[in-house]
């Protein structure tokens, strides 16, 4: 049988997701791309800027590997919809170009949403069942209208996130009546435009498409969109809809009554409708549901998902799964938290009153035991605050809509927790059924397509073939019993509360509220041209391409190195120049007007004339630490190979003629090759910068203990890396590994000679990673040749390479390697993401992390062009120009 898959692309709040479904199998495969919205510029912390291109190309990149994880072909796929976050907007011209765009965070229309509140609440609210919020369409487009009126007079349909993307596949304007009816525009009770109140608050009509039904064939994949996508040109493109409604067609939540949360980055606690009803006091949110005839009672219980993510991090942010960290923690303590209780990260919907989100955690050091079942009692109270904060909103949104909910529906992120689904089923004491893939609103996007396609004939058949595969948690007795008393008492902590976190709001707001702005963009309407000769990887080139428009000639690739005539001929018409080896001197940048910036992915721009660069107002930027996982990663190496007597073990084998199965060869490996663990050893760092730190993050990993010496780091400081701070002697005396990661200076030259590897302990180890003149090698030699030391690693040498006949590699417990510490290729990727994110920041307020004049990066204005020198510059450059200046014999001195 022919494969038949199904695509659905998800616009989420931090990442875009591709999932491709078999309509035969249910076999899901999905992948993932993150993204961050930027602030607008000139809106303090309320306005975010969203970027339909950027979406558009993270999309496609996640379609690539979920097609990738399908082992799918472009022909595979027979139909593709899209969903995305309600009260996401976009608003095109004519011709189909943004004109603006922002997802659900922006709030900069919040004098207009406050107005309309004031004015119109209580009508809008029963017209379209939302009350009005800064996020919602009506008082962005009343913002819009305002503070753009070239883009207002060129507006040409209103969309949501989803719609854009979908105008992307196939080039009609569309959407449905599930995000419509997010605008504040569109008619509870109909299914139709508000026409009334659209004339009333005198927006053109022709701004709205006519809503279509979710699943409904809205035009076929064009050749541009399917190329970037790796899928047919040709297929049906679907009508999709608002996400949490696409999550509930996921998890098969469809009839009147059906309860479900969809919990990823927000918590909508929703019950399907079969009708709107009354909710005097507004405090839910009622819309539709992708189904016709059916609607949704909302009470969102906030942004959970988000809070747990910064929580999770901030416990466990060294793991790749901090929030699976978090939820082990959780389960490992009992109901009730030990007494803990937390309202951190959620809250009781009033749609009348948003608020921002403020919670506490009520903690006593009495109450909590010692060790590791402390964190789990705090994580514990974490995760039920958020499961109460669940509960008390699906009674709210049960209460006011007259239903008795008898299971729950529990989609999105947390749905893939099994520790969390019983957690919540004995919170609510209801049997909580979580969707079969945690990514319930691609598939409900997926489901669409399937219809749009004809493998379904409707929704609800799409929904009971390839929804339906739920996993079930009933509650446990004991514990479901233990959160009826928990509850309460929350309950109440919660509203006693109130008065305390409102006050806390008005200083949390106060603090966020950025000083009065006096000064105008400090960044030109036109993209900066960025020129790229730095090797950098696939994801750093998009994010630049997000700031700019970029140029990559990688260095490796051209195989060329730019200084002089060349430089200045490749740079003309750049703004921007990242550079690795490129020599830019005094006299290259006299001759480039246009040039603003200047980074150097290097430790130290050794190929930057920095002074130069300074006199006419060019920022310069270096990637320090770019290598530092690198070399970290080669000075445990070095530890774990001399402990285990590796070079011995392989030269045993290979070295010592023998016949397979010869038993003297594992005769002499059990007498001579005894080794040693990381474990309970003490590793000793001299330095405790971003390689140091590096190394020690891995030796603690092994069980290791880790001392350092650095003058310029402090004990708090050291302890924050999990390092005990000693004096220079101590470490000498107590290491079993001495390693070396400092800068070279006057001080530090020669650190370890003779008296030094006397001082060590005997049997232990050298390493040195960082600079050969921080060590004698003949002292070394010497003390290897005693016996007193048991073994060395290095990777610098007073020579380089060292010659063969070098005393260090006479030595079969010495490992030397030519320099190989900074050489590979993630070292790219490290790289790009330093000079980027760094590059945005430069752009955004000027306040890079790494400038190597500060001063000037701050006072940097691309709108403006570059000032003319005068004489004294003029005269300064040509002394530089005649200087030894930056030249491409400094590129062989290596800077960590």
């Given amino acids: 049988m022919a494969r038949r898959l199904l695509m659905g692309l998800d616009v989420g709040g931090g990442s875009g997701r591709a999932l491709v479904v078999d309509a035969n199998s249910g076999t899901v495969s999905s992948a993932r791309s993150p993204w961050s919205y930027p602030r607008a510029e000139h809106s303090g912390p309320l306005g975010f800027d969203a970027d339909i291109d950027a979406i558009f190309t993270h999309l496609c990149d996640a379609s690539h590997r979920a097609l990738a994880d399908a082992d799918a072909t472009s022909g595979d796929v027979v139909g593709i919809a899209v969903t995305s976050m309600r009260y996401g907007l976009a608003i095109f011209d004519a011709a189909g170009a943004a004109l603006y765009a922002g997802p659900n965070r ?38 819009l209208r305002a503070n753009d009126s070239d883009a207002w007079s060129r507006a040409h349909a209103v969309l949501a996130l989803n719609d854009a993307v979908t105008y992307r596949l196939c080039g009609q304007f569309s959407t449905d009546p599930s995000q ?54 040709g297929i049906p493109v679907a009508v999709g809809g ?32 079969d009708r709107p009803v009354a909710d005097p006091d507004a405090r839910c949110w009622q819309g539709h549901h992708l189904v016709r005839d059916r609607w ?84 514990r109270s974490v995760v039920e605050g958020i499961a109460f904060g669940m509960r008390v909103n699906l009674e709210q949104a049960a209460g006011i809509a007259g239903v008795r909910v008898d299971r729950l529906r529990l989609g999105g992120g947390m749905s893939r927790s099994a520790t969390f689904s019983q957690l919540l089923a004995n919170v609510t004491g209801l049997p909580v059924e979580a969707g079969g893939t945690s990514e319930a609103t691609a598939l409900g996007a997926a489901l669409c397509a399937g219809v749009a396609s004809g493998v379904f004939s409707d929704l609800r058949e799409g929904a009971s073939r390839l929804a339906n595969s739920l996993r079930v948690f009933e509650p446990e007795a004991n514990a479901a019993d233990r959160y009826t008393e928990v509850y309460e008492g929350w309950n109440q902590l919660r509203e006693a509360s109130a008065p305390a976190e409102e ?59 730019l200084q002089g005539e060349p430089l200045v001929e490749a740079l003309q018409g750049f703004e921007i120049f990242i550079t690795e080896i490129d020599v830019v001197d005094a006299d290259s940048v006299r001759s480039l007007p246009e040039l603003r910036v200047v980074a150097s992915c290097r430790g130290n721009a050794v190929n930057v004339d920095v002074e130069a660069c300074s006199l006419l107002g060019i920022p310069v930027l270096n990637a320090p630490g770019r290598n530092a996982d690198a070399v970290a990663d080669l000075a445990l190496a070095f ?34 090759l005894r080794g040693q663990e990381l474990w309970r050893k003490t590793v000793g760092l001299i330095g405790l910068g971003a390689v140091g730190r590096g190394v020690a993050r891995r030796a603690r990993s092994f069980g290791a203990s880790v001392i350092a010496f650095d003058p310029y780091v402090d004990a708090e400081r050291s302890a924050r890396d999990g390092v005990e701070a000693v004096s220079f002697d101590e470490l000498l005396e107590r290491s079993d590994f001495v390693s070396l990661h400092a800068p070279v200076s006057d001080e530090t030259r020669g650190l370890l000679g003779a008296q030094q590897f006397a001082q060590m302990r005997a049997g232990s180890y050298v390493i040195n990673t960082a600079r050969a003149v921080l060590l004698d090698e003949s002292a070394l030699a010497d003390a290897l040749l005693s016996g007193h030391l048991a073994g060395a690693g290095l990777d610098v040498f007073v020579d380089e390479p060292p010659g063969s006949k070098n005393r260090l590699l006479a030595f079969s417990n010495v490992i030397a390697t030519p320099h190989i510490g900074g050489n590979t290729g993630e070292v790219a990727a490290h790289q790009g993401q330093i000079i980027t994110e760094d590059l945005a920041r430069l752009l955004r307020d000027g306040s890079p992390r790494f400038a190597l004049n500060p001063e000037v990066a701050l006072s940097l204005d691309l709108t403006t062009p570059r000032s003319a020198p005068d004489a004294a510059v003029l005269a300064r450059l040509a002394e530089l120009a005649e200087g030894p200046g930056p030249s491409s014999s400094d590129l062989n001195r290596t800077k960590r």
């Fill in 106 to 143: 922006d709030a900069r229309a919040v004098g207009e949403g406050l107005r309309l509140a004031a004015e119109h609440g209580e009508a809008l609210h029963a017209a379209t069942g939302h009350f009005p919020m800064p996020i919602m369409a009506a008082p962005r487009l009343q913002w």
């Fill in 242 to 273: 608002a996400d949490t409604q696409c999550g509930l067609l996921g998890v098969a939540a469809l009839e009147a009554g059906d309860a479900a949360v969809i919990a990823g980055t927000t918590a909508p606690v929703e019950i399907v409708l």
């Fill in 503 to 561: 006050l806390a709001r008005g200083l949390s707001m106060r603090a966020m509220m950025p000083p009065a702005a006096t000064a105008t963009s400090k960044v030109p309407s036109a993209r900066p041209r960025i020129l790229v000769t730095a090797a950098l990887d696939a994801t750093s080139l998009a994010q630049l391409g997000e700031l700019g428009d970029v140029e990559y000639a990688s260095y490796r690739e051209a195989k060329r190195m």
């Fill in 639 to 672: 530890m774990l190979m001399l402990a285990r007597r590796f070079p011995a073990a392989a030269a045993l084998l290979r070295d010592t003629p023998h016949e397979p199965g010869e038993m003297r060869i594992l005769g002499r490996a059990f007498g001579e």
């Fill in 180 to 233: 419509a009816g997010e605008t504040l525009l569109f008619d509870l009770a109909d299914r139709s435009w508000a026409w009334d109140w659209i004339d009333r608050l005198d927006f053109p009509r022709a701004l709205f498409p006519a809503p279509s039904e979710p699943g409904s064939r809205i035009g076929e994949l064009s050749s541009d969109a399917a190329d970037a996508l790796g899928l047919r040109a």
């Fill in 296 to 379: 949704v009672i909302e009470s969102s219980a906030g942004p959970t998902g988000e809070a747990l993510d910064w929580f999770a991090e901030l416990v466990h942010g060294d793991v790749s799964d901090p929030v699976g960290a978090l939820l082990a923690d959780a389960a490992d303590s009992s109901p009730g938290a030990g007494g803990l209780l937390s309202t951190y990260g959620t809250q009781l919907m009033n749609a009348r009153a948003p608020a921002l989100p403020i919670g506490q955690l009520f903690i006593s050091h009495l109450l909590a035991a010692a060790g590791a079942e402390r964190r789990a009692h705090v994580a």
